[in-house]
């Protein structure tokens, strides 16, 4: 069994680094949109609004329901025959953040589910307006509800960034892979890009645990 080669780890990591950089910055474009999607989605589900509730469900349904490698094939592929042509980059950005959505806007209606109907009583008697309650009362008690699966999904936006080396975009896995196939080293490159995932999973894991604990203190006493 050959031995792992460890300078050749070396030798690769400037490469490995660039398309770590790729797998970021894409993640974050989608993070931050999906996020955005998710809470607006979620009230459009939660606003009693038949047409719109059954638009954003229909929606919700159809990316958990069909494969997110067929998803990115679509848009890719698909759209450019329906006069929508956009770059690998921005398939990819846009791939990532209609499936990170769809699981944001139920991280969210989950959140808002749990807001007890007494704190619109508990705001009315304090003489806050509707729109002063949903900012400042119902939002933030949401996202804090919400903030575990929500986090959950961040990893998983990360992680499903990897897909996007099907379209051509040259993020961490599509940097392994293109070095596989000249190289021949399959060990090294799998074993590094596992490491570098782990590594930001666990970055994103401690920083929303931190978030979390900084958020409980109002609600524990400490």
Same mark, same amino acid.
């Given at each position: !069994?050959?031995? @792992? ?16 950089? !790729? ?7 989608? %993070? ?5 999607? $998710? ?31 067929? &998803? ?12 929508? /042509?956009?770059? %690998?980059?921005?398939?990819? #950005?846009?791939? +990532? ?5 769809? *699981? ?7 959140? +808002?589910?749990?807001?007890?109907? $007494? @704190? ?11 729109? &002063? ?10 996202? /804090? ?5 929500? =986090?959950?999904?961040? #990893? ?8 996007? &080396?099907?379209? $051509? ?19 090294? !490159? *799998? ?9 930001? #999973? ?7 645990? =931190? ?7 109002? *609600? $524990?006493?400490?």
């Amino acid at each position: !069994m050959p031995a @792992m080669n460890f300078t050749y780890i070396l030798e690769a990591l400037p490469d490995l680094l660039s398309g770590l950089k !790729m797998t970021l910055i894409v993640s974050f474009l989608a %993070i931050l949109l999906s996020c955005l999607i $998710g809470v607006l989605g979620a009230i459009l589900r939660t606003s009693g609004i038949k047409p719109l509730q059954y638009a954003v469900t229909a929606y919700v349904e159809f990316i958990r329901g069909t494969p997110y490698l067929v &998803q990115i094939f679509f848009i890719f592929y698909g759209l450019p025959s329906l006069g929508l /042509r956009f770059s %690998i980059f921005w398939s990819g #950005v846009i791939a +990532l953040t209609a499936w990170a959505s769809a *699981f944001q806007i139920e991280n969210f209606r989950a959140g +808002l589910a749990a807001v007890g109907s $007494g @704190m619109h009583d508990a705001s009315a008697s304090l003489g806050l307006k509707r729109w &002063q309650h949903s900012v400042f009362v119902v939002l933030p008690l949401a996202a /804090r509800a919400a903030l575990p699966s929500s =986090m959950n999904t961040i #990893v998983a936006t990360v992680k499903n960034s990897a897909y996007l &080396q099907a379209i $051509g975009l040259v993020e961490l896995t599509f940097v392994a892979v293109d070095r596989i196939a000249y190289d021949f080293r399959a060990i090294e !490159m *799998f074993a590094s890009i596992c490491v570098i995932y782990l590594i930001c #999973v666990f970055s994103i894991s401690g920083l929303g645990y =931190m978030v979390e604990r900084r958020l409980s203190r109002p *609600f $524990g006493g400490r």
